[in-house]
């Protein structure tokens, strides 16, 4: 079982940057694929980013790739999601999520634990 909280959301003007945060509690953490997803309303999850159980394996979605940057730190069983150079379009509910497996995924369907999200919103 894993617990996921956001954090760091919050209002910002185009073209500038917000750093999220996903801090995780319960047995594991370590093993677990990691991602981040987003959702407006009316619309289903969308997938941002994600990043293997030893950080090897990270990939983003075309429309934030050279933007945004997925990191974790397993001993303080925390994910971060930097995004640079936001535009309007990235206004979003923010969530993380965690997989049973560690292999990381850009599915939705993949994830068995997500947080309560945190709500992204840019400025024009």
């Known amino acids: 079982q894993v617990q996921l909280v956001e954090s760091g959301g919050g209002l910002v003007q185009a073209g500038g940057s917000l750093r999220l945060s996903c801090a995780a509690s319960g047995r594991t953490f370590s093993t677990n694929g990691m991602g981040w997803f987003r959702q407006v309303p009316g619309k289903g999850r969308e997938f941002v980013a994600t990043i293997s159980w030893n950080s090897y394996t990270t990939y983003n979605a075309e429309t934030v790739k050279g933007r945004f940057t997925i990191s974790r730190d397993n001993a303080k069983k925390m994910m971060w999601l930097q995004m640079n150079a936001l535009k309007p379009e990235d206004t979003a509910v923010y969530y993380c999520?965690?997989?049973?497996?560690?292999?990381?995924?850009?599915?939705?369907?993949?994830?068995?634990?997500w947080g309560q999200g945190t709500q992204v919103t840019v400025s024009s």
């Open positions: 999520a965690a997989q049973i497996l560690g292999s990381g995924s850009d599915r939705a369907s993949d994830y068995v634990y």
